[in-house]
């Protein structure tokens, strides 16, 4: 434990409903330590442009309404900063006196923590530097699972559960493409709430197994014979055999974010590029394509019980072990060997270059590309995730 005691906190990152239920349960934590906590504005972004928050000023009232509040509280950034930029956020720090970096965030906010967290090293600076993990995308390394991830599901899974009784009074195809760039567990979970075969979604489609337009098309015609009625869930990620992106082929306007990919988010052009197949090549009535968007990380009705509670521990958890150990880490929830009720989770401690810049994917247990459909081991896995407070529906017909 160092014996200065200056905090700084930051955000990174597409926001999640349950983000500042962890920047809450750090302030909290910190303050306890008599530790002056400061928050930067719009993540790294507000460090290298000096614009900081004093947090030990905000009430306790304050606190537990901002705990509940989804997007990040003290805004976000898309910047992925590189060894430059990484070295004037640490000269700021240094100028500043910080000794603790909390950020919390996804691969990229590990990444840029591991690389200030070596320029501290290098000058023998005293900085630990913090990572704690969020995204609705589930896609960090050496973690069960991440905050996050469970309301996000939640909403999805809630959303299809609805379509599917809205499909089944007026019988078509709809298409419903989900948040996820390399990873697809969020799409998977749009059958957490399915109650039998005829249910829908009937066809998932995920990043990490490649995409046939004609056996897309195969699978819709013979799913719409069987039911009457199609309902679909596809990734934003789905790439051809090639690895290439299906909205990268499709797409009129390239359009790239600050990390050098394509967006994916902005439109809803591969939903509308789907269906207009499915009417010209299969002539079926009634096919309709939403893209879920930001809903799915903001929606207040979809936050877990479940989540909010994880992401606030592991921030609790992460103030706590940093007392004990004086090196740089990113927070983690240990994987469940076996998925066995009651449904409980633990945290570790992973090295930031185990956690930095790398990418989780859906394993090959939880999907059955034959049937491009989950498994039921999946369903084990992400149940849990999305809390108690689903209401159970039923149809008369």
């Known amino acids: 434990m160092f014996s200065n005691k200056n905090i700084l906190i930051a955000q990174g990152g597409g926001p999640t409903n349950v983000i500042n239920m962890s920047l809450v349960s750090i302030i909290k934590e910190e303050k306890k330590l008599k530790s002056s906590v400061l928050g930067s504005l719009n993540g790294v972004r507000g460090i290298i442009n000096n614009k900081f928050k004093n947090l030990n000023k905000i009430s306790e009232n304050d606190l537990k ?65 913090i990572h704690i993990p969020k995204t609705i995308d589930n896609d960090l390394v050496s973690n069960d699972h991440t905050p996050g991830f469970g309301s996000a599901a939640k909403y999805v899974a809630q959303l299809f559960s609805g379509i599917n009784y809205d499909v089944k009074s007026l019988p078509g195809v709809y298409i419903g493409v989900v948040m996820g760039r390399h990873a697809g567990f969020l799409t998977a979970s749009s059958a957490l709430l399915r109650q039998n075969n005829n249910d829908g979604p009937h066809l998932i489609y995920l990043p990490e197994f490649s995409f046939s337009y004609q056996s897309f098309l195969e699978d ?42 394509i967006q994916l988010s902005g439109s809803g052009s591969l939903g ?67 998925l066995s009720k009651p449904y409980k989770v633990s945290f570790r401690i992973n090295l930031l270059k185990d956690v930095a810049g790398q990418t989780k994917v859906m394993s090959k247990d939880f999907y059955n590309y034959k049937q491009n459909f989950i498994t039921k081991k999946f369903i084990n896995y992400a149940l849990p995730l999305i809390g108690k407070n689903i209401s159970k529906t039923k149809s008369i017909i």
Request: net charge positive; charged share 30%.
């Open 272 to 338: 509308d590029f789907l269906a207009q197949q499915i009417k010209s090549k299969l002539k079926l009535p009634r096919v309709r394509a939403d893209t879920l968007g930001y809903p799915q990380r903001s929606f207040l009705g979809s936050t877990s019980e479940v989540d909010q509670k994880e992401a606030f521990e592991i921030g609790k958890f992460a103030v706590k072990k940093a007392l004990r150990v004086s090196y740089s880490f990113s927070a983690g929830i240990e994987e469940r060997k076996i």
């Open 220 to 261: 819709i015609k013979k799913t719409y014979i069987r039911h009457g009625k199609c309902i679909i869930a596809v990734s934003e990620g789905i790439q051809n055999k090639n690895k290439k992106l299906v909205s990268q082929e499709i797409s009129k306007t390239k359009e790239y974010d600050a990390h050098g990919n």
């Open 65 to 129: 309404v901002i705990s509940q509040t989804p997007g990040a509280a003290l805004g976000s950034t898309r910047d992925k900063p590189d060894n430059k930029y990484c070295l004037e956020i640490f000269k700021v720090l240094k100028r500043k006196k910080i000794n603790k970096f909390y950020y919390i965030g996804g691969n990229d906010s590990s990444d840029s923590l591991r690389i200030i967290s070596e320029h501290a090293n290098k000058t023998g600076y005293k900085l630990q530097c």
